[in-house]
């Protein structure tokens, strides 16, 4: 059976990201919606993980465009800023230039609109609310979307009868018919911000139409130790138990 690992947001936190891609097991495809380095402790080693993935679809995101130097770091608040320095440092340059060659604007894979932000700003803009996915509506000509960049995990579900946007977050383990229009966000692998700390991800299946959301704990422990290790701000290590 085709289905596609849909990842986004693993912020240099490998240790998140093995256990994602150990738990999603056989997959034909991945697609990932970007910002593989920012905040935690593995840039390197997260960029050459994820290059090594065959069929790979990878999008930029924000803090990716930063490590490169791309973007002037004042858009990133100070410990963020701190932990960019940090990577740009670190980021080889083979490394640099895979992230350079991932897509900056919407890359359509069959039914599916790829980003990391929204397809309207594909690098900047945050999904959070039915408001703001109805203005992406139609910036995008695929039944559906797939977004990162706010670390929860969420379905926008477009209603015909009342041309609005509903919000709907799946359980874990479950899978969602995907019907009409809709915005998917796999949540983030290595920082969520949803009160829940285990890594989040989701698998496409492409034939059947259905979006599973899906969760793996991971030694959060020892990522926390790295990232003092490197001198990382200690913020940044107390959010991944809370997942905040
Ligand atoms: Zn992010």
New binding site residues.
């Given amino acids: 059976m085709s289905q596609i690992l849909v990842i986004s ?1 693993i ?1 240099a936190n490998l240790t998140a990201l093995e256990a994602v891609l150990a738990d999603a097991g056989k997959v034909s495809e991945v697609w990932c919606l970007g ?1 593989i380095v ?1 905040y935690g402790p593995d840039p390197n080693d997260c960029v050459e993980r994820i290059r090594s993935l065959p069929k790979l679809t990878c999008q930029i ?3 990716d465009v930063a490590a490169m130097g791309e973007m002037p770091l004042a858009a990133f608040n100070t410990e963020a800023k701190r932990s960019l320095l940090w990577q740009k440092e670190q980021l080889t340059p083979e490394n640099m230039a895979f992230l350079r060659s991932c897509a900056r604007e919407v890359t359509v894979r069959g039914e599916v609109s790829l980003v990391h932000g929204s397809p309207r700003d594909p690098i900047w803009e945050y999904v959070l609310n039915t408001l703001v996915a109805r203005l992406n509506l139609n910036y995008f000509n695929t039944p559906w979307c797939f977004v ?2 706010s ?1 929860f995990q969420a379905v926008f579900q477009y209603r015909q009868q009342d041309d609005d946007f509903t919000i709907e977050i799946p359980k874990p383990g479950t899978r969602y018919e995907m019907t009409d229009r809709a915005i998917f966000n796999p949540g ?1 692998v290595g ?1 969520p911000r949803d009160r829940d700390p285990r890594a989040a991800y989701a698998i496409y299946y492409p034939k059947t139409h259905l979006w599973e959301p899906r969760r793996v704990e991971y030694d959060v422990k020892a990522v926390q130790q790295r990232i003092l290790a490197a001198g990382l701000p200690q913020r940044h290590a107390d959010r991944l138990s809370g997942g905040w």
Avoid: I, K, T, Y
Wanted: zero cysteines; glycine letters at 24%.
């Fill in positions: 947001d912020h910002d920012g995101g924000n803090h990162g960049h670390h983030s920082q």
